[in-house]
């Protein structure tokens, strides 16, 4: 037992897992619906709104990690090309990410009208309906994780949970920092127009790089 233990360590890629936690705190960083939101309520009700939202948005994650742990484990299974081919999409898929942002304003617009204040259950309940009902986040999950899949042993199921807890406390620590600091971004945000600019290209960076890294990496 305790040799299959040290064994099942070796087998741990962790440049890989470091390399996904880098990628998730930096996508968690760029500028999107889901942050965007978070500002937005922090802004306009105080910060146990924003943090209500948060908590809302994180744990609809785990809904799409077992999506993606189930049924993408499934096809590792069953086919090498198959799960080059979800890779390949979600090479594809990150490019053309990429290719939106670019496309898009480099402008951060925050509402920062005072909207009627809902209750933190509610709140709750609209940041998890809003990311569990997105078909987006299924695809960006399947576009991301099976590239980071970082061992040779471990059963994949488990090892799909592993990166989406690891993406949901990614997510947490940035979007909880952002409701607490609301104010002060939103100051930045403003007096710096050049920020949004800079934010845009890191995103851009961001999907590219991971979609490179993606191609190049192997089963």
Known sequence: MHSLFLHSEETIHYPILIGFVVSSLALALSPGPDNIFVLTQSISNGVKSGLATVYG?????????????????EIIKRSDTLFFAIKLFGALYLLFLAYKVYRSDASILLNKEKTPAKSTKKLFMTGFTMNVLNPKVTIFFL??????????????????????????????IVFSLLAVLAGSISKYLTTHNKAGFYLKWVQIVVFVGIAIYLILSDK
């Not at 948005?57 to 484990?73: D, E, I, P, Q």
């Not at 991301?144 to 406390?169: A, E, I, K, R």
Request: aromatic fraction near 20%.
């Open 143 to 172: 576009a991301f994780f099976p590239g980071f899949l970082f061992s040779d042993t471990l059963n994949t199921v488990f090892q799909f949970y592993v990166l989406g807890l690891l993406f949901m406390l990614c997510a947490l």
């Open 57 to 73: 948005l994180v744990s609809g994650c785990l809904v799409h990690t077992t999506l993606l742990a189930f049924g993408v484990s």
